[in-house]
């Protein structure tokens, strides 16, 4: 269950948005954010991962929000300036919230 107290972070969701140029067609993440919220946030745990040959920390962390039909695994979120790659979406309750854990590369 969300309880208001609970959700004492503001969060910001993005979703991408593609440019075709004629040429190529690119994703961009600069138009104003699709929404800002309140959420519940907390790590869950931390990992290393190998990526071009370097060593980068991944955190992954859990935000719990009121519920909203428009937040797709394509989409991201910004917390204290840190992107975060969303890897699943859960629905608390009938409508009632989301739960979406995220991940992040930490340097």
């Known amino acids: ?52 040959s370097q060593v980068y920390a991944v955190a992954v962390t859990r935000f719990q929000i009121r519920y909203r039909g428009d937040i797709t695994v394509k989409c991201r979120i910004v917390y204290t300036e840190r992107i975060y790659d969303i890897t699943s979406i859960s629905e608390i309750g009938v409508q009632e919230g989301l739960e979406l854990l995220a991940t992040v590369h930490v340097e």
Not at 6 to 26: C, F, H, M, W, Y
Not at 40 to 45: G, H, K, P, S
């Open 1 to 52: 269950t969300l309880f208001a107290g609970n959700l004492n972070r503001r969060i910001v969701i993005e979703k991408p948005r593609q440019i075709d140029d004629g040429l190529s067609a690119t994703l961009d993440w600069t138009d104003a954010p699709m929404a800002t919220v309140w959420a519940n946030v907390q790590e869950l745990a931390g990992r290393e991962s190998l990526l071009a």
